[in-house]
């Protein structure tokens, strides 16, 4: 009985060695050069800024539906004005 027990615990332990080492080399997962690191690091900063412009559009669009038509109209003539003022100078 106990030959069995160790037998068996010997073939997991096998098992256990063999299936985590080819789990834990994976091919493809880092970059192979300092180029393609450069690529993906691009990549990820992009991606990054234009989820940072939504928001930002977003909170825009909620701010303004926010203000009253007065404030609105407001601000627009007084950048209208800041607008003819630069031109003059």
């Not at 789990?23 to 450069?38: D, I, L």
């Amino acid at each position: 009985m106990k030959i069995k027990t160790f037998i068996g615990l010997l073939l997991l332990l096998i098992i256990g060695l063999t299936s985590t080492s080819c789990g834990s080399a994976k091919v493809g997962e880092n970059p192979s050069s300092v180029a393609e690191a450069e690529e993906i690091l691009a990549k990820k900063a992009k991606k990054q800024s234009k989820i940072a412009k939504k928001e930002k559009k977003k909170a825009y669009k909620i701010y303004w539906k926010k203000q009253s038509k007065e404030a609105r109209k407001s601000v627009k003539r007084n950048a209208k004005r800041q607008r003819k003022l630069a031109r003059r100078k």
